[in-house]
């Protein structure tokens, strides 16, 4: 099985998420992906795919992904049925962290039980 073939799966999920300026090319049994993620936590999710298909210390896979705005976490459009702590969860996991959420989001957020659908709220780096 090719490099290329075996982390498909990241190559795939790096379109999904629209990394841009990215490039892959496979040397020696070697694929070399190279990227920029909108946030961290795109760069977070890339890597905890390389890792789950190649191991920690996978020797047949180098990644240079960089970073366009790693002044938050991430920014998240509120889906209906979900409240802070169901997202703290999913970023941190920990729903506990919610109160760090809504502090970044004092600007549009009044009650932390409060959320909208298709509210864009900032996840912050913690």
């Not at 936590?41 to 996978?58: H, M, P, R, T, V």
């Not at 992904?65 to 889906?79: E, G, L």
């Amino acid at each position: 099985m090719s490099a290329k073939a075996k982390y498909q799966a990241v190559l795939d999920l790096g379109q999904q998420l629209g990394i841009k300026n990215g490039d892959v090319s496979e040397e020696g049994g070697v694929l070399k992906i190279k990227g920029e993620a909108n946030t961290p936590y795109e760069k977070d999710l890339l890597w905890d795919k390389i890792k789950q298909l190649g191991g920690e210390n996978a020797s047949d896979v180098k990644a240079n992904i960089t970073v366009s705005d790693d002044s938050v976490y991430h920014r998240h459009t509120v889906a209906s049925g979900e409240s802070l702590s169901k997202i703290a969860k999913q970023y941190y996991g920990d729903a506990m962290k919610y109160t760090k959420i809504f502090d970044a989001n004092t600007n549009i957020l009044k009650n932390p039980d409060v959320i909208h659908p298709d509210q864009v709220l900032v996840i912050p780096n913690i």
